[in-house]
């Protein structure tokens, strides 16, 4: 059978595209959105366009929006962010410098941010997120202690740690050389 170019309105290319990424059969997005599989093959196959209630149902099993299912995902252009372009926070007190990376993935739930700690010194310790965010760091270069709830965990360049932060969060630069980490903060299920 031929393939056709799908008409604009038709979310079947983004609903097949998502399931993909998300890793999910078409049997798990079933069971997931309430939604007969007949229906989701319909759908993925462009041979059927949901009703807006279903594609709803779809797009809540999807963890994203209608919305996102109307967007043809295949011309986004390529989000560039100059050095000179990041939002820093320097913070003069203590030397931490705190760099948003991408614009683009903070709109979509993701904070991506590099912390530069100077030698012997800590951002404070900072107040618990909302129930839900997810946290990942990578240390870069250094080492940096990360206090979670008044509970320290040494980590040496190479590695990482991942929590969901519902307690007090410091990171702290101990040693005699700088520290650079990556920080991801996830909050697509914050509540």
């Known amino acids: 059978m031929a393939s056709r170019t799908p008409e604009p309105g038709e979310i079947g290319p983004n609903v097949r595209r998502r399931r993909l990424a998300a890793g999910l059969t078409l049997e798990q997005l079933a069971e997931a959105s309430g939604v007969s599989t007949t229906m989701l093959s319909e759908v993925d196959r462009s041979v059927k366009n949901p009703t807006v209630k279903l594609a709803y149902q779809i797009a809540r099993a999807l963890r994203c929006s209608l919305t996102d299912l109307l967007d043809d995902g295949d011309g986004q252009p390529v989000h560039v962010v100059r050095a000179g372009q990041r939002r820093t926070l320097n913070d003069r007190e203590t030397g931490v410098a705190r760099h948003g990376l991408s614009p683009e993935l903070l709109r979509r739930g993701i904070d991506l941010v590099l912390y530069e700690l100077?030698?012997?010194?800590?951002?404070?310790?900072?107040?618990?997120?909302?129930?839900?965010?997810?946290?990942?760091?990578?240390?870069?270069?250094?080492?940096?202690?990360?206090?979670?709830?008044?509970?320290?965990?040494?980590?040496?360049?190479?590695?990482?740690?991942?929590?969901?932060?519902?307690?007090?969060?410091?990171?702290?630069?101990?040693?005699?050389r700088p520290c650079r980490f990556l920080l991801v903060a996830d909050a697509t299920r914050a509540l």
């Not at 997120?129 to 990360?146: C, F, K, M, S, Y």
């Not at 590695?159 to 007090?168: C, E, F, L, R």
């Open 118 to 176: 100077p030698k012997r010194c800590s951002t404070g310790e900072m107040g618990a997120n909302r129930a839900g965010i997810l946290e990942h760091v990578v240390v870069l270069d250094g080492t940096l202690t990360l206090v979670l709830g008044g509970d320290a965990t040494v980590l040496e360049a190479g590695d990482g740690a991942t929590y969901g932060p519902q307690t007090t969060t410091e990171y702290r630069n101990d040693k005699g």
